[in-house]
């Protein structure tokens, strides 16, 4: 190297570290993250044990991971071994549950959104011995398994009390955005607040494709300049609406289904209305928990009957007390 | 020490027989036949559960559930054509027999056996417009892709009013066909599908077709060079469009399995991804994106190293979060063994 080249390497160095030190942020950030205040601290001295948890969540799904913290919550408490897996293809998720099956676990929490597909492996997992709780999905169909119990929401209850709410609120005409098409849960949320509200238009967007998803919305709020109420069926695809409604320069409000951080700051804000939460951390910390108390004391939860986690709705009146918790990743 | 030098007999070394090792690697499915051992011997240390025999049936049958598709896959990808639309055609193809004896109280059968002239129409109506119009094959495929997908979805909800089609496990030939397309037995304390069975027999006909017979020469030489193939009498037009059918068959069958595995009701959004799955069984199986070269019994490796890693992450207790990054990097470097080793073996 020549001389000015080396002037000028060391030049470029020096103002790339000046400009690396001012470019700290004082403010937000990871420093600002407090530990999470996990629930470590006393375990339980019962013995050992290997549990499953599987689900028909896609890979990177905010919901899930909420479902999943629970479950690690109870896991650590009780002493347990966690082993998550998930796949949105029925016959993958079955087969999942058969790998359980040959890991000899000693006890399988399992979605059922895709009944036909999974519950043979469910009754061949109970047949073996292995207690299974269920979770999230499958209310119709979960006591037919001998499964130990449910926990979950039902979509057209949570739906129906959303159609109530609605009317307290005084909305004349509400979209209901369904952003999985074929998605059963997705439909029946959108029917539960028909059975109740009555004037309700359905509109099918695509939720893995965000822009997309504003671009439909808008359309369909200029179009149609009466629906005064948007009700989400996931707290992303709120956020989105709130935007299409600004685009349209609509006076629409926005309510949701479902919680995460954003959510919450958003009802805070007042830019959504209410959120109805289907709390996903108590449904993976209750079957993983049942399993336990199963396992130790012969309990089982719930009576023979489904264990509703929801439908709580979130407001403005007592979002101050849930936000922590939305910061923290566990509603 | 006397010693009588003789010079050897010259040979003509293009006639000459070339060793054992070097016949061996230059078969395509080498370099994934290496990758399959090294994951088993990897997953058989680290993943307690993979080393009981009794769970060789789960694994063998996540592996036949892509297998059985990567058959006609690794076929029409030697034939130098690629199909985005296998995938949502198994969900089809179920779709199809499952509603249609639904709706019209028809013994099963008779659903069955629709669904595979469906399933055949879907596979000559892909190879009849790409060579009518020349368009690469990932164009047309991409395009029954998202007709399929929509069809799937649509046709669903008009008939059933719900998103998976209605149960058909209580008519007439369900239990005959469930036997066929998805009993399982037991062999000794292994628990097998019948599809891992017919996975093994489609995959012997498949390599004995393309290695033995005439038509596996032309399959070869439409996906080496489609030009020089038609001047010396290959009947490519045929040939392409023939493998497009074998996909549409395989899909058929999959199809089945998929109907008759979940209490005779499918749901209407699956399928979408899978056809990547099929493609990377191919590949890693020593198939060129580029065609004329390839196996066979390549993309069944290929399927059973996609299995075993999948399966293998969820015995060794990992988080699957790590799953997709490690198929991928797996595929790479199956590909760039591949690529080495056949270097190497032509170099020779």
Known sequence: MVRWQKKAVAAVAAVALAAALAACSSSGGKQKEQSSSGSGGNVAGTPRMKVALITHSGPGDTFWDIVRRGAEAAAQKDNIELQYSADPDGAAQANLVQTAIDSKVDGIAVTLNKPDAVIPNVKKAIAAGIPVTILN???????????LGYFGQDERIAGQATGEKLKQLGAKKVLCVIHEQGNVSLEARCQGIKDKFGNVENVNVNGTDQPGTQATLTSKLQADKSVDYVVALNAGIALTAVQAVKDAGSSAKVGSFDMSKEMAKAVQDGTVQFAVDQQPYLQGYLAIDAIWLYKNNGDTIGGGQATLTGPAFIDKSNIAAVLKYAEAGTR | MASTITSPA?????????????????RPEIGSLVGAAVILVFFLITATPFRNIDNTGTILYQAALIGVMAVPVSLLMIGGEFDLSAGVAVTTSGLTAGILSYQFSLNVWVGVIVALVF?????AFNGWLLMRTGLPSFLVSLGTFFILQGLNIAVTRITSGAVASNSISDMDGFGAAKAIFASEFKLGGVTVKIIVVWWIVFVAIAAWVLLKTQIGNWIFAAGGDAAAARAVGVPVKKVKIGLFMAVGFFAWFTGMQLLFNSNGVVQSGEGVGKEFLYIIAAVVGGCLLTGGYGSVLGGAIGALIFSMVQLGVVYAGWNPDWFKAFLGAMLLLATIVNLVVKNRAEAR
């Open chain 2, 10 to 26: 010259s040979a003509d070394d293009r006639v000459s027989a070339r060793s054992l090792g070097a016949r061996l690697l230059s």
């Open chain 2, 119 to 123: 399933s055949l129409a879907i596979g």
């Open chain 1, 137 to 147: 999905g499958g209310l119709d169909r979960w006591k037919a398994t001998g499964a």
